[in-house]
């Protein structure tokens, strides 16, 4: 559905997207995911057609956003950044005239705007000015004014920026619930949350794509080893002892832990699961062992990974 | 574009910036009312449409202040770029709004021509004449308060910005008088124009090739000019600056004269402002 070619965005002589390529099939939920700065606002205004890339195309449909932009607009919902609101209008005014902009027909606006008004849970304050509302109800307002025109792709840029935890769960569930049948893209620099909505993730860094692909298996190619952390009743000498007497095992590594046991972390080769043999070991020395898990990468880590990785690179 | 019309003509009378060009505009004017033709009895209505092309430099930086720098302050360009409407309908809608508030209040101070009529001599072809030369030269400054507007975020920088620029033009008769008027120095002011013009064109382009180009047409089309009518460079000066002064076309108006030229000078100073605000709204994607 979107399909973006060699984008490339240069200010100056700073490069803030640097030759991107990627695509986003119908319904999909995309994460962008990148420490500030890393050009992701810059690559959804060119989505968007607020900006116009230095090199690259995007393609909506096989349709180039800048030779048919009001055909690809039209077709697009977008939340920036900072929630395009006018604070002097009320919420119904204001999204009256996007009904308008975004050319909804007379006879369908107010049905639009009710089943938006609804869906974003800003009912109570309609007849209010957007100048008086809170950053919640703001950011609210802004992602109902995206679903105006009741686009097929929604982007939404740091939808969940400055709310409060509640909010925060709020507007996940939402834009989970709109992912439904709309394809989203999205950007946070908060890395659960792109874990707990997208089903793919791209992580963004100095204006390149770092990683691409599902949260859970993303981290898979970047860790040569496999981890499984080990708690066991005994000190740190006799389980350091039992563990290096497994083969396979390849490093041990002491964690701190609030329990009054050992903590170590130990690797092995890739693919190899060494939970059994761990176990075995430990029962047959009647070494009391409490805690046993394989340690997955986490999208921190995975992040940290990636992103310093690239920065040590230049 | 009559979303963003209707929405600026609200805007106009949700915050107080409508009300205080409508109110500045009409106590200045009616101050000028009471003294010039109430109370010195005087049924010269023209004269009195001559001082009150002053409250214009004042008031119209009010109206085109906040059209586009607040769009951007606010961020709000983001959802009026990104939607189903072109740059054109934006700009449009706003230069309408704007000149929707000034006409109504042009409208009003008919009703001080009515007073006149009524008590004294109306010269009634003089006066529409100035209304209608009041109208367009009206639409021309608030074209020039709008491509101020777009250059900055800062909305009370746009309203000084556009006054000064209002004065200049306002100048332009009482520059005209001390300018050169020697072919010498209008070939030096022909050359530093081409000058200009290729550096314009570098800035926008960044090839040397390009204003490369322009100044060597520039400098051609200097030196031919010289040969071919060199009458064209007695006076250039005044003469360029003269058809910049829109005050000067106002003058016609004032006195019931209404010409095709004029007219078509002030549509086509106007338009050339919309278009180069739009241009420039265009351009900004691409930096």
Not at chain 2, 177 to 202: H, K, N, R
Request: aromatic share 10%.
């Amino acid at each position: 559905m979107i399909e973006v070619t060699n984008l490339t965005k240069r200010y100056g002589k700073h490069l803030a997207v640097d030759s991107v390529n990627f695509s986003v099939s119908k319904g999909e939920v995309v994460g962008f995911l990148g420490p500030n700065g890393a050009g992701k606002s810059t690559t959804m205004n060119i989505l968007t057609g607020y900006l116009s890339a230095t090199e690259g195309d995007v393609f909506v449909d096989g349709v180039n956003i800048l030779e048919e932009p009001e055909a690809v607009k039209s077709r697009i919902g977008y939340l920036p950044e900072t929630p395009p609101i006018y604070p002097e209008m009320t919420v119904r005014e204001y999204l009256r005239f996007v009904c308008r902009i975004k050319h909804v027909p007379k006879t369908e606006m107010k049905d639009r705007i009710e089943s938006g008004l609804h869906t974003v849970g800003i009912v109570e304050v309609y007849n209010r000015l957007i100048g008086n509302l809170s950053k919640g109800y703001r950011q609210r307002v802004g992602l109902a004014q995206a679903l105006m025109g009741n686009p097929e792709i929604l982007i939404l840029d740091e939808p969940t920026s400055g709310l409060d935890p509640k909010q925060i769960i709020e507007i996940r569930e939402l834009i989970r619930k709109l992912g439904a049948d709309r394809t989203v893209v999205l950007s946070s620099h908060i890395l659960p949350e792109v874990s707990e909505i997208c089903r793919r993730v791209m992580i963004i860094n100095n204006g390149r794509i770092v990683a691409d692909g599902d949260p859970t298996t993303i981290g898979g190619d970047l860790f040569d080893a496999s981890q499984i952390v080990v708690t066991a009743l005994g000190d740190e000498q006799t389980v350091r002892s039992i563990l290096s007497a497994i083969p396979g095992v390849t490093n041990i590594q002491p964690q701190p832990t609030a329990e009054q046991a050992t903590e170590v972390l130990v690797e092995s080769e890739k693919n190899a699961d060494l939970r059994k043999a761990i176990f075995e070991a430990f029962s047959s020395r009647k070494v009391p062992l409490i805690g046993l898990r394989v340690k997955n990468a986490t999208l921190e880590e995975i992040f940290l990974e990636l992103t310093s990785g690239v920065r040590e690179a230049e | 574009m009559f979303a963003i019309i209707t929405r600026e003509l609200r805007t106009y009378f949700q915050t107080p910036i409508g009300y205080v060009f409508m109110g500045l505009f009409l106590v200045i004017s009616g101050f000028f009312f009471t003294i010039g033709n109430l109370f010195s009895g005087s049924s010269n209505y023209s004269s009195f449409l001559q001082s009150i092309l002053f409250i214009y430099l004042l008031a119209v930086p009010l109206l085109t202040m906040r059209l586009l720098s607040e769009e951007r302050r606010q961020r709000t360009d983001q959802l009026l770029l990104t939607s189903p409407i072109t740059v054109a309908q934006i700009v449009l809608g706003k230069f309408f709004a704007a000149f929707g508030v000034f006409l109504v209040t042009l409208v009003v101070t008919i009703a001080y021509a009515v007073v006149v009529g009524i008590f004294g001599d109306l010269a009634v072809w003089q006066t529409v004449g100035g209304y209608i030369g009041f109208t367009f030269l009206g639409a021309a400054f608030i074209s020039v308060g709008i491509l101020v507007s777009t250059v900055s975020e800062n909305q009370v920088a746009s309203a000084f910005f556009t006054f000064f620029a209002l004065l200049l033009i306002w100048f332009l008769n009482l520059i005209k008088t001390i300018v050169p008027t020697d072919p010498v120095a209008s070939t030096v002011f022909a050359a530093v124009l081409v000058l200009g013009l290729a550096a314009f064109f570098f800035l926008n382009t960044r090839s040397w090739i390009v204003s490369g180009v322009v100044g060597v047409i520039g400098a051609i089309a200097i030196v031919v000019l010289h040969l071919v009518q060199p009458s064209v460079f007695d006076g250039l000066i005044p003469n360029v600056l003269d058809w910049f002064s829109l005050l000067e076309r106002f003058q016609g108006f004032g006195l019931g004269l209404l010409k095709v030229e004029d007219i078509a000078f002030y549509v086509s100073f106007t338009a050339a402002f919309l278009f180069v605000t739009i241009r420039l709204i265009e351009k900004r994607r691409w930096s």
